[in-house]
């Protein structure tokens, strides 16, 4: 009996002194993606690529930065301003091919999501997110450490909530496998699963190349086919016009 319980007393601290913090969980990804250092010269990512849908593949560019974005698709020959952030408003195209200017809480939300352009892991404590390490789960048959990022509060429907994003990071390779958040648009909201493979290396940097993302019953794909670090943008040549 007392070999039994000397047992099974070696094996709780052996798991106890094995387990991670989440800030070393980030730690070891911010490192697999290619390390603080390499992130903060990155000012800007610009990715050409394709959109997967019910329509089709649709060539797509976007552009971001901390506190401007925009997204294009191609339409007869032309790319046309898809969506934007113009760092006070969002831009959407309607139904009627025509750019909308959004509410206030879509823009809010989105210049929150563009200062995450990089990752929601990078920089975290200086944007002031609190991170709360849950129970691991199986994703796409990868075990994953799964992170609760509380990001403090986001505007919806007229009302401040809190705005809670889960991440799943792959324990083997340390990549994020799978993001779970909140989707908003207009009246309506659903949670949104984003899926995420074959990153490759950009400049010392790893980005991932297909990104699958799933809303209720609606899935599209992005495939980049490539990415570019520190694009400069002439923003005055990027017109968001009702």
């Not at 301003?81 to 909308?100: A, C, M, V």
Request: glycine share 8%; net charge neutral; aromatic share 12%.
């Amino acid at each position: 009996m007392k070999k039994i319980t000397i047992i099974l007393l070696l094996s709780l601290i052996t798991g106890i002194l094995s387990a991670q913090t989440p800030e070393e969980i980030i730690q070891k990804h911010i490192e697999k993606i290619g390390g603080i250092e390499n992130w903060n010269k990155v000012e800007s990512i610009k990715m050409y690529g394709k959109l997967s849908n019910t329509d089709g593949l649709t060539n797509i560019e976007t552009f971001t930065t901390k506190d401007f974005s925009y997204g294009t698709r191609e339409i007869a020959g032309k790319h046309e301003i898809e969506f934007g952030f113009d760092g006070t408003n969002y831009w959407k195209r309607s139904s009627e091919g025509k750019l909308k200017k959004s509410n206030k809480e879509r823009a809010a939300r989105a210049k929150k999501s563009n200062q995450d352009f990089k990752s929601y892991l990078i920089n975290y404590k200086e944007k002031g997110y609190k991170i709360e390490l849950l129970e691991e789960d199986n994703i796409q048959g990868e075990e994953c450490y799964v992170l609760e990022i509380n990001r403090g509060k986001k505007p919806k429907h007229g009302e401040m909530v809190d705005d809670i994003i889960i991440i799943y990071i792959s324990k083997e390779t340390y990549m994020i496998v799978a993001v779970e958040l909140e989707y908003i648009r207009g009246s309506f909201d659903a949670i949104m699963y984003g899926y995420y493979s074959d990153y490759k290396d950009i400049d010392g940097v790893k980005l991932a190349f297909k990104s699958t993302y799933i809303i209720n019953e609606y899935t599209y794909k992005i495939l980049a086919d490539k990415y570019e670090l520190n694009a400069k943008v002439d923003k005055s040549s990027i017109k968001f016009e009702e």
